[in-house]
Antibody, heavy 119, light 107 residues
Framework: QVQLVESGGGVVQPGRSLRLSCAASGFTFSNYGMHWVRQAPGKGLEWVTV????????YYADSVKGRFTISRDNSKNTLYLQMNSLRAEDTAVYYC????????????WGQGTMVTVSS | SYELTQPPSVSVSPGQTASITCSGDKLGDKYACWYQQKPGQSPVLVIYQDSKRPSRIPERFSGSNSGNTATLTISGTQAMDEADYYCQAWDSSSHVVFGGGTKLTVL
C-alpha cells in the first residue's frame, strides 16, 4: 500500500546535527513533490520545506533556512532532511508528506519521527 | 508572511452542524485544504481545492472558500469527528501555510 515511513529522530544537543529519512513505497516516488512538516509538542502544524519531484527546486520556511537541507534519492525512494545547528525550538514531531496529483494537497503522511533538542 | 487564523476551539452537539473558519487576506483567491488530526495520529486530508472530498471521506464533510474566509462544515457531527482541524493554503507556488488549528469538541 501507499506508505511513508520516517526514521532518524532522537535526542540531540543544541548546536548538533541530525538527519531524518522518509522511505516511500506503493507509488512512483519520482513523480511527486515531497514536503516536511513539523509539530511541536501540543502545538499546531508548521510547514518546513519542499523538494520538487526531480529535486530541481527546494524551498524552506524562514525558521529553518540556512540550517536545514532537504534532498531526495529517487533511486532509493527516499526523502531526507539534514538538520544542522539545531535549537530547542526545533523540538517537534517531523512528518514527511506527499503532495498528491489526484488530490493536490498533502494526501499521504508518514507516522512522524520525534526530534528532541536538549542538553 | 501570509497568515491563516482559526478559532482555537469549536463545540457542537452530536447530530448538529459544526462550522470551522479559516481567515486570511484574500484567501478566496487561493485554494484551501483541511486536515483532521486525532490525538497521537498523523493528519488526514478531508477537503482539498476548497470544497472537494477525497473518496474515503464521508459526505458530511464539506468546504467553501470566498473572500477572506474558508469554512469547513461537518453536517450531522458524530463523536468520531472530535479532533483537531487545520486549514492550509499555498502562499506562493511552493510555500505552504497552515492555520493554528481548531479543536472540535462533540459534547
Amino acid at each position: 500500500q501507499v506508505q511513508l515511513v520516517e526514521s532518524g529522530g532522537g535526542v540531540v544537543q543544541p548546536g548538533r546535527s541530525l538527519r531524518l529519512s522518509c522511505a516511500a513505497s506503493g507509488f512512483t516516488f519520482s513523480n511527486y513533490g515531497m514536503h516536511w512538516v513539523r509539530q511541536a509538542p501540543g502545538k499546531g502544524l508548521e510547514w518546513v520545506t519542499v523538494i520538487w519531484y526531480d529535486g530541481s527546486n527546494k524551498y524552506y520556511a524562514d525558521s529553518v533556512k540556512g540550517r536545514f537541507t532537504i534532498s531526495r534519492d529517487n533511486s532509493k525512494n527516499t526523502l531526507y532532511l539534514q538538520m544542522n545547528s539545531l535549537r530547542a525550538e526545533d523540538t517537534a514531531v517531523y512528518y514527511c508528506a506527499r503532495k498528491g496529483t489526484t488530490y493536490p494537497a498533502f494526501d499521504i503522511w508518514g507516522q512522524g519521527t520525534m526530534v528532541t533538542v536538549s542538553s | 508572511s501570509y497568515e491563516l487564523t482559526q478559532p482555537p476551539s469549536v463545540s457542537v452537539s452530536p447530530g448538529q452542524t459544526a462550522s470551522i473558519t479559516c481567515s486570511g487576506d484574500k484567501l478566496g483567491d487561493k485554494y484551501a485544504c483541511w486536515y483532521q488530526q486525532k490525538p497521537g495520529q498523523s493528519p488526514v486530508l478531508v477537503i482539498y481545492q476548497d470544497s472537494k472530498r477525497p473518496s474515503r471521506i464521508p459526505e458530511r464533510f464539506s468546504g467553501s472558500n470566498s473572500g477572506n474566509t474558508a469554512t469547513l462544515t461537518i453536517s450531522g457531527t458524530q463523536a468520531m469527528d472530535e479532533a483537531d482541524y487545520y486549514c492550509q493554503a499555498w502562499d506562493s507556488s511552493s510555500h505552504v501555510v497552515f492555520g493554528g488549528g481548531t479543536k472540535l469538541t462533540v459534547l
